[in-house]
């Protein structure tokens, strides 16, 4: 068993989601009623912070490539949760990813596959409902599909 830690200022983590390598995602208070999502790998403990205008996140699943997937709130304020991304060192709205706005909110990203797809929670024009995103590949200068697996995210239903 390994201690994972907790970041500067805390005083409590929990895991929630491991992929294949070892690395874990989850949640590690930062002071206050706060708490920030985190990847431990290679024994430390990153911080991955929070979305703008945000005061708390989690990280909820993690693929074989480090994208991590979870939510980002204002603790206690169901209408401020938005689900993230983190990937490359940035965390991003999944909102502000999709190609058009088609009702949807997406409040929680409960995990995420080895092909980039995400699944979660939302509102649909003020219902709840499930959600499948599909990564959309954008196409190199030839015109030939980039298979690297980064870009937009597409909203199926």
């Known amino acids: 068993m390994e201690d994972l830690g907790i970041l500067p200022g805390g005083?409590?983590?929990?895991?929630?989601?491991?992929?294949?390598?070892?690395e874990v995602t989850g949640e590690a208070d930062v002071g206050g009623e706060d708490s920030?999502?985190?990847?431990?790998?290679?024994?430390?403990?990153?911080?991955?912070g929070?979305?703008?205008?945000?005061?708390?996140?989690?990280g909820l699943a993690i693929s074989r490539s480090r994208q991590i997937v979870g939510v980002a709130s204002t603790r206690?304020?169901?209408?401020?949760?938005r689900a993230f991304i983190y990937n490359d060192g940035k965390m991003q709205d999944?909102?502000?990813?999709?190609?058009?706005?088609?009702?949807?909110i997406l409040s929680v990203a409960s995990?995420?596959?080895?092909?980039?797809?995400?699944?979660?929670?939302?509102?649909?024009?003020?219902?709840?409902?499930?959600?499948?995103?599909?990564?959309?590949?954008?196409?190199?200068s030839d015109g030939d599909r980039d298979e690297s697996g980064e870009g937009i995210q597409e909203l199926q239903r």
């Open 11 to 22: 005083t409590f983590s929990s895991g929630k989601g491991i992929n294949e390598h070892g």
């Open 36 to 48: 920030h999502a985190f990847l431990y790998r290679k024994g430390r403990m990153i911080d991955l």
């Open 50 to 58: 929070v979305l703008p205008g945000l005061k708390s996140s989690v």
């Open 76 to 81: 206690g304020d169901f209408n401020s949760y």
């Open 94 to 104: 999944l909102n502000s990813l999709l190609q058009t706005n088609p009702g949807w």
């Open 111 to 140: 995990g995420i596959n080895d092909k980039g797809e995400i699944t979660g929670f939302g509102l649909f024009h003020g219902k709840g409902r499930a959600f499948v995103l599909l990564p959309v590949h954008p196409s190199n």
